[in-house]
């Protein structure tokens, strides 16, 4: 079983920055940011193998978003840089302890198949 508890929502202007934190615990071979805002379907936003250098990005996060582990702290962050207001959702960590799955980063992220998911912190961007 694993257990994630997110951070770092809030609200802040459109051109500003937050950074997102997601506590891991257990184990988990892969991370995973996600979005949803209202009226829309939820959207993979960036993953990460944890312990390794892959990293995936969807279209609308590249250049902006940055996703890192610290692997002293055991925590998944996600750097956001020059938020637009289209940027306003509820974001979600998402952890899978499954290398088999893990290795296929791009793809699991895009179809959001996660075995563990946290609950949510709000962004807004005015």
């Known amino acids: 079983q694993v257990q994630l508890v997110e951070s770092g929502g809030g609200s802040v202007q459109a051109g500003g920055s937050l950074r997102l934190s997601c506590a891991v615990f257990?184990?988990?071979?892969?991370m995973g940011w996600f979005r949803q805002a209202p009226g829309k379907e939820r959207e993979g936003v960036a993953g990460?193998?944890?312990?390794?250098?892959?990293?995936y990005y969807a279209d609308s996060a590249k250049g902006r978003f940055t996703i890192s582990h610290d692997t002293a702290k055991n925590t998944v962050n996600l750097q956001m840089n020059s938020l637009k207001p289209e940027d306003t959702a509820m974001y979600y960590c998402?952890?899978?302890?499954?290398?088999?799955?893990?290795?296929?980063?791009?793809?699991?992220?895009?179809?959001?198949?996660?075995?563990?998911w946290g609950q949510g912190t709000q962004v807004t961007v005015s």
């Open positions: 257990g184990y988990t071979d892969c």
């Open positions: 990460i193998l944890v312990g390794g250098d892959s990293t």
């Open positions: 998402a952890a899978d302890p499954s290398i088999v799955r893990c290795r296929l980063l791009p793809q699991v992220v895009a179809a959001g198949n996660f075995a563990y």
